[in-house]
């Protein structure tokens, strides 16, 4: 696995270049981007949401499509539309920003669930459907999407079924006084986003997705894996626990994790690191836990603090 550790150290250090003191943020990035995942960025304006994609985007050799969404969007805008050419007298498909590699859905709440759902098709099919004929998506296929939890006005909250589609939920937070004063150091002359170059091309990335599949995952952690989904079914405080793709989520971001970090093989430390990125959005609060102000990460760790860690030698067997 040192070739995908490779991949994700020259990844993140490119990024690290615009994004200053993110590393974890910008790992579960890189781990959603070798798992075929999708990324949710959530947090408040002006911490570097937007910058996160555009530097994962500019450090790939891939083609990049940004999306503003805002409340008169249409489905449309989205996939493109089918043209009437008079010379050739047939319809000729004009592709919307979609039909890109790596694309930056920003602020995705401010569209109207409408065209937040054509979304559905691309994220889970890796295809659009534009006037019944079907047009498959480029390789890699990443959909960054960020959206702002504090403003409510304007905006329409993501669809269980659409939230179920992205495979990890990120936040930046706020840079503490060294790093902001970092921040203000780099950028006196010109944003470092200007001078980012590509580092990885498409044929490593599409070798880093397969050689992921090959870590191993040993029977106690994949049991671990299964204790944490069934605890969340039946929380007193959960309406609505975790599903089975996000078993298969947990299970591949683990490979991932640890393939990023050269392992051959995934720890239980894997597994607790990635719960909350990738279960604190699926799973529904009761409306009695709401009114106690109760989160969904803080359940998850109750979670996890309860439940036995599997021991031993976790390794393949040589």
């Known amino acids: 696995m040192t070739a995908v550790q490779s991949f994700g150290q020259r990844l993140r250090d490119n990024i690290s270049r615009v994004i200053v003191g993110k590393r974890d943020t910008i790992e579960l990035t890189l781990i959603a981007l070798v798992s075929q ?13 937007t910058m996160l994609a555009r530097s994962l985007a500019r450090s790939l050799d891939c083609s990049f499509g940004r999306i503003q969404f805002t409340p ?29 590699q790596i ?15 054509a979304l559905l098709e691309a994220m889970e099919e890796r295809q659009i ?49 060294r790093q902001e004063i970092e921040i203000l150091d780099r950028q006196q002359h010109q944003h470092p986003i200007t001078t980012l170059e590509p580092v990885v091309e498409v044929a490593e990335l599409l070798a880093a997705q397969e050689a992921i599949k090959e870590v191993y995952v040993a029977p106690p952690v994949k049991e671990y894996i299964s204790r944490i989904m069934m605890q969340t079914r039946h929380h ?10 996000g ?23 894997d597994i607790k690191a990635l719960a909350v990125p990738a279960l604190a959005h699926r799973i529904i ?8 102000n109760l989160m969904t990460a803080s ?20």
């Open 247 to 269: 078993s298969l989520t947990l299970y591949r971001a683990g490979q991932a994790r640890a393939a990023l970090r050269g392992r051959e093989y995934v720890l239980p430390d």
């Open 103 to 117: 694309v930056l859905a920003d602020e995705i709440n401010r569209a109207t669930p409408k065209t937040q759902s």
């Open 129 to 177: 459907t534009v006037d019944g004929r079907t047009h498959p998506l480029p390789r890699p296929f990443m959909v960054l999407a960020t959206q702002n939890p504090i403003e409510y006005e304007g905006t329409f909250a993501l669809p269980e079924a659409q939230l179920d589609r992205f495979m990890l939920r990120v936040s930046l937070g706020y840079p503490d006084w």
């Open 72 to 100: 008169d969007m249409l489905p449309s805008d989205l996939t493109g539309v089918s043209i009437f050419d008079p010379a050739a007298r047939e319809f000729e498909f004009k592709p919307g920003p979609l039909m890109a």
């Open 37 to 49: 995942g999708h990324l949710l960025i959530e947090d408040v304006p002006g911490v570097g949401k």
């Open 236 to 245: 007193t405080d959960l309406y609505l626990g975790g599903s089975p793709r």
């Open 285 to 292: 609060l009761k409306p009695g836990a709401r009114m106690r």
């Open 299 to 318: 359940i998850l760790e109750e979670i996890l603090q309860g439940l036995p860690v599997p021991e031993g030698d976790l390794a393949p067997a040589q």
